[in-house]
């Protein structure tokens, strides 16, 4: 047996079919613009987080190496072992410093006092790690040298820079920051794991009252 029942209509429900009345129209006709400026706003707001993920993904450092960081340096009173800029050669021999290496200069962390008129060039390495070389995008290099400098990475040679010489004796206590070079064109030379970054830094005047050797190296990840 089957029991039906009715409840008595409400002044509440009255209202509402009357409001429907009016509001269903209105939305039939503009309903439709409704909900294309909804999804509008909804795929532009998911476009520009999008964007904003790319744009912080291009800027993540894997390496950076700034004025204070560690190298293993050799004295340039003569030639250096052959291989010393290749990835495998062994510098547990090699001193250690913090740049700026150099002398005659306040900012000096690694002090070469023996330096002045006996030799004029240092050279320095430091291992960094890439744990995929597919994803880098860039490679920045800049160097402040006080003379020519070579740069190297796993004992090729990447970077060529020379000047004029200077005349003897002269002091150039002025230190601008060093121009930045885009090395992204030797990416493919970056090895999965450890790699080597080494530098051969020259005073243009072997009697120079000062000398600095800061280097500044990047990898950006995509």
Known sequence: MIYLSRTKKSSSSAYMR????????????????????????????GA???????????TTSVVKVDEGEEWHYFRGETEPPP????????DSVWERGASSIGYGRENIRTRLEDMRSR??????????????PSTISRISLAVFC??????????????????????????QTIITQPELMDLSGIIHELLQGKNILAIECN??????????FI????????
Request: with cysteine; glycine share 6%; charged share 15%.
């Open 119 to 132: 030799y004029s060039k240092i050279y320095a390495r430091r291992d960094f790690t890439v744990n995929d």
């Open 215 to 222: 280097p500044f190296f990047e990898v950006i990840e995509e």
């Open 203 to 212: 005073n243009d005047d072997i009697n120079s009252l000062d000398f600095s």
């Open 146 to 171: 006080d003379g020519p400098f070579r740069a190297y990475l796993n004992g090729i040679e990447v970077v060529r820079y020379t000047i004029s010489q200077a005349p003897s004796g002269h002091s």
């Open 83 to 90: 291989r010393w800029s290749h990835f495998g050669f062994d």
């Open 18 to 45: 009357i409001l429907a009345y009016f509001i269903n129209p209105l939305f039939s006709r503009c309903g439709f613009f409704f909900i294309i400026l909804i999804l509008c706003i909804t795929l532009s707001a």
């Open 48 to 58: 520009i987080m999008f964007m904003y993920g790319i744009s912080n993904a291009q």
